[in-house]
């Protein structure tokens, strides 16, 4: 009886444990089945996102064609497995000499490489060319793998650098168009699931199509591009420049046909470029006085309020006070009776001086404010800057003075050039911008259409019968005015006050005068020559004709 107990007893238990078991099966399996389920995925599954291809950028040109500035492309790639390298106990020594030689790499950075011996994966050549491929191929080395990748090029190399900008490390775009439209550029991410045996074996996977980012075509004109930077560099020989920008743009509608700045870089190598300046796009980063092209600006918002005709007169001696300060002209020139265009077109600075007083100087200010001098143009290049010029706008009659003739302020040559397009168009702020859209055309009128024309038959005088005859084009009528001003210290970064001897010169004009097909500006950072009138003013002029002759612009005389 005592050992029918026991029996009973341990079938009881056995029991008690079966139904504990069958309960906890039945949680596992019913009950709580989607949990255990999710957590068996999370094991087994893995989740990757697929970026999507970068969309291209395209510069223009008067026939239609599209070139490629900015592409995405597949290049092979070499990387090494130290770890199966020193698993397979080769010849270490040996394979970097061979990889050194083949792929034209330094051999102790390959053995500082091949020596990570935990490594699985270690890069050690981007973009290698179709020969190094087959070399490589044709060694067959243990451990070394040839692989591709998506990554940027720019098939134009360092024509329009300072426009595109490039792609960095991190995929985001930086500078240029690359930064300002990087949003639009990037493709959208796309999810990458798969499943794997605890071995590590891929048992499926499921990939959503990641999208393509948007193309984006420039208002650039290639062989405008091509030109404008091709003369640079010519010039560069001989007037031994620190920098030089050219902007050329439509003035009815803002486009921009060319941006070239020297000194430029090649956005496929940007990592070896020591000095990141040299990204600086010296067009919408670089703040400067002027100078004497500002003259334009002053005298054709006095012939805007009727405060001067192009005819009027005044007698110059050669200086003007203005408190304790005396303003002279350039070299000290004493000029007697002189029409307000023939001021201009001699650049007298006592001209300015006294059309600026005649329009008063709330008016001046206001005007200036109109033209849109104390902000940015907008154009759509990342990282434009612009100064709100606050010591001009304390209010000394010094600063109006000397506002007048382009000293004391500072502007971007994009600014310059959006307020010069106005000159040129009849008297219509535009919005400066490099891609291509249809919500374009001039915008509110800062002066008549009247003043614009005046102001631009004055600046015929100036290439015609003035100081800027280096700037004419045969056949044409030219209106533009150039522009020397001395850089001031602080704009060096030396704390001292007052002006160094290094120069800025310049020329802003635009062709055929009475129809302009284009607006120009050239800039010039301490050329090797006295004034604009023997650089800045002669690459206008080349770079003038051409595009009149690549417009097949009839000539006007």
Do not use: C
């Amino acid at each position: 009886m005592k050992g029918k107990w026991r029996i009973n007893l341990t079938l009881f238990l056995f029991l008690i444990v079966g139904v504990t078991i069958l309960m906890r099966l039945f949680s596992f399996q019913v009950i709580d089945s989607d949990y255990w389920k999710a957590l068996a995925q999370g094991q087994h599954r893995f989740h990757t996102q697929l970026q999507g291809s970068r969309g291209s950028i395209y510069l223009s040109s008067q026939n239609g064609t599209l070139h490629p500035l900015a592409v995405d492309r597949r290049w092979d790639f070499v990387y090494l497995s130290p770890a199966e390298l020193h698993r397979k106990e080769e010849d270490l020594n040996e394979i970097a000499t061979i990889l050194s030689e083949t792929l034209n790499l330094d051999k102790e950075f390959l053995l500082s490489r091949i020596n990570r011996e935990n490594s699985m994966y270690e890069k050690i050549k981007d973009r290698i060319s179709s020969e190094e491929v087959d070399l490589l191929k044709e060694k067959n080395l243990p451990g070394v793998y040839i692989a591709q990748d998506n990554s940027r090029y720019y098939p134009q190399g360092s024509l329009a650098s300072h426009i595109v900008g490039f792609v960095g490390g991190s995929g985001d775009g930086q500078y240029g168009i690359e930064g300002y439209y990087d949003d639009l550029l990037q493709g959208a991410t796309a999810l990458q699931e798969g499943e794997r045996w605890s071995g590590g074996y891929l048992l499926k996977r499921s990939i959503t199509q990641p999208q393509r980012g948007e193309d984006l075509i420039l208002t650039i004109d290639y062989n405008i591009q091509f030109m404008a930077e091709k003369i640079l560099k010519e010039y560069q020989k001989s007037l031994d420049f620190d920098k030089a920008t050219i902007i050329v743009a439509e003035p009815n509608t803002g486009a921009i046909l060319a941006l070239a700045n020297l000194p430029d870089f090649d956005p496929n190598s940007y990592s070896k470029e020591r000095n990141v300046e040299i990204f600086k796009n010296q067009a919408i980063q670089s703040i400067f006085e002027p100078g004497s092209i500002f003259k334009s600006i002053t005298f054709a918002i006095a012939l805007e309020e009727d405060k001067i005709t192009p005819q009027t007169k005044y007698i110059d001696e050669g200086f003007v006070k203005i408190g304790g300060h005396t303003i002279r002209n350039y070299a000290q020139r004493t000029w007697g009776e002189q029409t307000m265009t023939e001021a201009l077109g001699k650049s007298i600075n006592t001209a300015a001086v006294l059309a600026e007083k005649l329009i008063g100087h709330e008016a001046f200010l206001n005007y200036l404010d109109k033209f849109e001098f104390f902000e940015p143009t907008g154009i759509d290049l990342q990282g434009e800057v612009f100064s709100r010029n606050l010591s001009f706008k304390e209010g000394y009659e010094i600063n109006f003075a000397n506002a007048s003739f382009g000293q004391g302020v500072s502007f971007t040559s994009a600014q310059i050039i959006k307020a010069f397009s106005a000159l040129a168009n009849g008297g219509r702020l535009i919005d400066p911008h490099l891609v291509v859209r249809d919500d374009v055309g001039p915008r509110e009128r800062v002066i008549s259409s009247q003043a614009s024309s005046q102001i631009t038959s004055m600046m015929v005088s100036v290439t015609e019968d003035g100081f800027a005859k280096t700037a004419r084009v045969p056949g044409y009528y030219v209106a533009g005015k150039t522009g020397t001003a001395q850089i001031p210290w602080s704009a060096l970064g030396i704390s001292q006050r007052g002006y160094s001897d290094k120069t800025i010169q310049g020329f802003v004009g635009y062709a055929p005068a009475s129809d302009p097909a284009f607006v120009m500006l050239v800039k010039l950072e301490d050329p090797k020559t006295r004034t604009a009138e023997y650089s800045a003013a002669p690459i206008f002029s080349e770079l003038a004709k051409y595009i009149l002759d690549y417009y097949q612009i009839p000539t006007e005389r």
